[in-house]
């Protein structure tokens, strides 16, 4: 019977759960395709070295503002799906707790647009996310079904960390390439998130963990 529970566990997965799962990527995407449009028709703002939130404080700001929080919205559901996902094993609470406080953390960059508080969110939702990285790479070392994964994980963490460094140097520096490293942060986070849920959506399980 309990074999028999296994195998159900890791072979059905709900419509609603498969959406939630989904939300991670498909956030993740729209608040990229509408950050970069709206930058781009923005005539008084510059992409390569301005950040992503001084887009709020452009003319019809109230947009980058709603895509903070449409973005947090996808990410807390995208934690729910991962907690449906996981069942048990290392990370099976905290991965989708601190998903959730990452959904939570965007949705207030796009409440609060004044400094220090803005940068403090901001910095503390890309410490959530390299915890979550860290947190998946042990996971995923455990785990001979995504053994290599860990590995990929940790160079995507050390690529954003790296972008994140360069970020904070730009911004000391007045360096014109400021929004530029910051993005490619976010960008490695989003190329690793398109890859881990098209690997979820072709079968690949993450959990139960046999005990």
């Known amino acids: 019977m309990r074999e028999q529970n296994t195998i159900t566990l ?3 997965r709900s419509r609603f759960h498969t959406f939630l799962l989904c939300c ?12 970069f449009t709206f930058a781009a028709v923005s005539p ?20 980058q503002s709603v895509n903070f929080i449409l973005a947090g919205i996808f990410m807390a559901g995208f934690g729910l799906g991962l907690r449906k996902e996981m069942i048990n094993g290392l990370g099976a609470v905290s991965l989708p707790v601190i998903q959730i406080f990452v959904g939570v953390c965007f949705t207030l960059l796009g409440l609060l647009n004044h400094e220090p508080i803005h940068s403090a969110v901001g910095f503390i939702a ?10 998946f790479a042990c996971r995923f070392s455990r785990d001979p079904r995504w ?14 960390i790296t972008m994140l460094v ?16 910051e993005r490619a942060a976010l960008l490695t986070r989003v190329i690793w ?19």
Request: proline share 2%.
């Open 166 to 181: 360069l970020d904070s140097w730009a911004r000391m520096n007045n360096s014109a390439y400021t929004g530029i490293f």
């Open 10 to 12: 890791t072979t059905e």
């Open 44 to 63: 008084n703002y510059d992409m390569a070295r301005q950040s992503i939130g001084e887009l709020q404080s452009e003319p019809h700001g109230w947009i």
């Open 24 to 35: 991670g990527i498909t956030g993740s995407a729209l608040f990229l395709i509408i950050n």
């Open 193 to 211: 998130t398109l890859f881990f849920t098209v690997k979820l959506l072709a079968g690949v399980r993450l959990g139960p963990v046999k005990a």
């Open 126 to 135: 890309m410490l959530l996310l390299l915890t979550e990285f860290a947190i």
């Open 147 to 160: 053994k290599d994964w860990a590995t990929y994980t940790i160079l995507s963490a050390a690529l954003m």
